[in-house]
């Protein structure tokens, strides 16, 4: 029997039947006065730097949950505006981390892969100050999207475990903690980010454990979620409908729905977050393009087991791009509702 996670997040006043979750997947657009607030810090690293970046962290946060908020999504993220990556944040966290420089990646992008050097512990919270600070800002519920551990791994050189596999777990183990200090703090809706997965696929039994171990002790009314970007789904699925998830987050706007079959081959006894927004194109969908497209993910699940996001983080748009991207996904979903409401779509 599935569990129910997702009836909490219903707006009080949500006028239809059917309810259909609406969210982000975590990245967004940071300001320019964000981003130049962060190098005036780097380069000056004092006193009033570090207060001028902080205020400005929290500002933008601040905006971006709002800007969520009057696009209309019944849950709401601050576009991750106090992380500057995905691996690099979390490791600065974590005992046993060092860093030595940056490596490029593709093109002219670097980031600063970090090196375990020693074994991994759990030194200070790393989410709960950022959580804290939203909750106090948002009229929405919020989702907390966590690198998974199996990504934080793979993304970084391992110099101490035996190998990766055993880093994964060890660092499992910490985001159970990380994870269980949230939910004491009033967390609902947690997202694990396992990118790595995608080009890793035969690593999914690992990835597996590891969810078992980060899910280990969490409260059943705690909603977890697994994104994992663009890739082929077909080495991992049905695989994944035993991953300890409440919610399986794909990536399917970017390649035209190619992969949809992937999950109409066996029954989908999961929820899933359904991409409806292509974040590598900066052309605005229409509501009807985006209806279109919800519908497809109701050819996967039934309407109280879709979420409908971007495919990925929205970070490399425009925020206005951004933006109008958001308002016309709860549009076209609010339409598909209604719709639905009436008797005109045939499930």
Request: charge should be negative; aromatic fraction near 10%; glycine fraction near 4%.
């Amino acid at each position: 029997m599935m569990r129910d996670t997702r009836s909490q997040f219903r707006p009080a006043d949500h006028p239809n039947k059917h309810f259909i979750l609406t969210t982000v997947v975590g990245s967004y657009p940071k300001p320019k006065w964000l981003n130049q607030a962060r190098e005036s810090y780097h380069i000056l690293s004092n006193k009033d730097s570090r207060r001028q970046y902080n205020e400005a962290k929290n500002d933008a946060s601040t905006i971006i949950i709002k800007e969520h908020e009057e696009a209309g999504l019944d849950v709401v993220v601050d576009g991750e505006m106090k992380r500057n990556e995905m691996v690099e944040y979390f490791a600065e966290r974590i005992r046993g981390y060092e860093f030595n420089g940056p490596v490029k990646v593709w093109g002219h992008n670097y980031f600063d892969k970090p090196s375990v050097v020693e074994k991994v512990s759990y030194r200070e919270p790393w989410l709960l100050e950022e959580y804290k600070y939203n909750v106090k800002i948002a009229n929405r519920p919020i989702k907390v999207p966590i690198t998974g551990p199996y990504t934080l791994a793979n993304w970084s050189f391992n110099e101490y475990y035996e190998d990766e596999k055993e880093l994964s777990y060890e660092l499992a183990e910490l985001v159970n903690i990380e994870i269980k200090n949230l939910v004491d703090a009033g967390v609902r809706y947690i997202q694990i980010d396992e990118p790595a997965l995608a080009t890793t696929p035969e690593d999914h039994k690992v990835v597996r454990k590891c969810l078992e171990k980060i899910t280990r002790g969490i409260a059943d009314n705690i909603r977890i979620g697994l994104h994992v970007c663009y890739g082929d789904y077909s080495r991992i699925f049905p695989k994944i409908l035993d991953f300890p998830v409440d919610e399986f987050d794909v990536e399917l706007a970017n390649g035209n729905y190619s992969q949809l079959e992937v999950f109409k081959k066996v029954p989908f006894t999961k929820d899933i977050g359904f991409g409806v927004i292509d974040v590598h194109d900066s052309r605005i969908e229409s509501v009807e393009e985006v209806r279109e497209r919800i519908l497809k993910g109701l050819e996967v699940v039934p309407p109280d087991r879709l979420t409908v996001s971007p495919d990925c983080g929205l970070k490399l748009l425009s925020r206005e791009v951004a933006y109008k991207k958001m308002v016309n996904m709860v549009k076209a979903t609010r339409l598909v509702e209604e719709e639905l409401d009436r008797g005109e779509i045939e499930l």
